[in-house]
């Protein structure tokens, strides 16, 4: 059993794309300098292939991993950690150029058919890679920083002049909701989504807020329903850039809406055999469900799978 495995069976059993990542991410040799440089030395050690952040796909459709002497002497290196068959796994930090739009839907496509464990792999590769492109200077004193601990952290380095603060990659934690009114559920759509695309609410959680209280405000603020008895069911990485999306469910007593339209395009409630046709992908349902590729989808499931128990 993987360390994932124990800590899924808990709660849910939802494992979300993105969330399936089984490598260990060898805390104890991202610290340690002289065993790093060991890992970079081994023959097996693998880089992970990207095209600017995007992922690159070798000829079965899975993750295309190169040998490490392929990194360019000039980029850092990101210790992703070590896989199931010892091999010690890396990205390169810098010179990754930009990403496709997270609107292009050939990566969506594409993302949908990655095994759990590459999917997950391709997730934190992703947000850190990242992360360092969007901090290179120090928060404190806005001297340069440098990369350290395999990766996972920037120091400003005090012989640069800086104050020698040290800066650890941020995860953004979000709520995304169900709320349920009548044996009905609310969904919505902002106007970037395609046509009849509806999805589950959600929003950041703010400092000093738990997850049941971004819930509650976030279903106020964006649909003007309170709500009650908020349950959480998963949780998924969202490497875009770098969220942490926390799926929950809420009940109401009083279905009326009030949208911010600002943030919302337009929501409404659904039915049973509303929900179940748009997640079979009927041509005649009265809205298109979430990828599969997004928690929406496995929080709307596990709804549908909670009424027909």
């Avoid at 959600?202 to 509650?216: H, R």
């Avoid at 009326?256 to 509303?274: G, M, N, P, R, V």
């Avoid at 748009?278 to 929080?299: H, S």
């Amino acid at each position: 059993m993987t360390i994932h495995e124990n800590l899924t069976g808990s709660l849910s059993g939802i494992i979300p794309t993105f969330a399936g990542g089984t490598m260990d991410r060898a805390d104890q040799v991202r610290v340690n300098p002289a065993r790093l440089k060991e890992e970079m030395m081994r023959p097996n050690a693998r880089l992970l292939k990207l095209d600017g952040l995007n992922p690159v796909f070798d000829a079965m459709g899975d993750l295309a991993w190169g040998g490490l002497y392929e990194a360019s002497p000039d980029n850092d290196l990101l210790l992703l950690g070590i896989d199931d068959g010892g091999r010690p796994c890396f990205a390169e930090l810098t010179g990754a150029g930009t990403a496709t739009s997270t609107g292009d839907q050939r990566l969506w496509q594409s993302l949908s058919f990655l095994p759990p464990e590459q999917a997950g792999v391709y997730a934190t590769a992703r947000s850190l890679v990242d992360w360092h492109a969007r901090h290179r200077f120090c928060a404190n004193c806005g001297q340069v920083t440098e990369s350290r601990k395999g990766g996972w952290s920037r120091t400003c380095t005090r012989e640069e002049g800086g104050c020698g603060a040290e800066h650890f990659p941020r995860t953004d934690p979000v709520a995304i909701m169900l709320a349920e009114c009548e044996g009905k559920i609310l969904l919505g759509r902002q106007a970037r989504f395609p046509t009849k695309r509806f999805s589950a609410l959600a929003g950041f959680i703010e400092p000093g807020e738990s997850i049941e209280g971004g819930v509650a405000r976030e279903l106020w603020e964006e649909a003007g329903i309170k709500v009650r008895n908020v349950r959480y069911i998963a949780s998924q990485p969202w490497p875009f850039p770098s969220s942490l999306m926390m799926a929950c469910t809420s009940e109401t007593d009083d279905p009326t809406l009030t949208l911010d339209e600002e943030e919302i395009e337009e929501a409404a409630w659904f039915s049973l055999d509303e929900v179940k046709a748009a997640m079979n992908g009927d041509e005649d349902a009265k809205f298109i469900a979430p990828p599969p590729f997004a928690i929406a989808y496995n929080l709307i499931k596990n709804w549908l799978d909670e009424q027909d128990a």
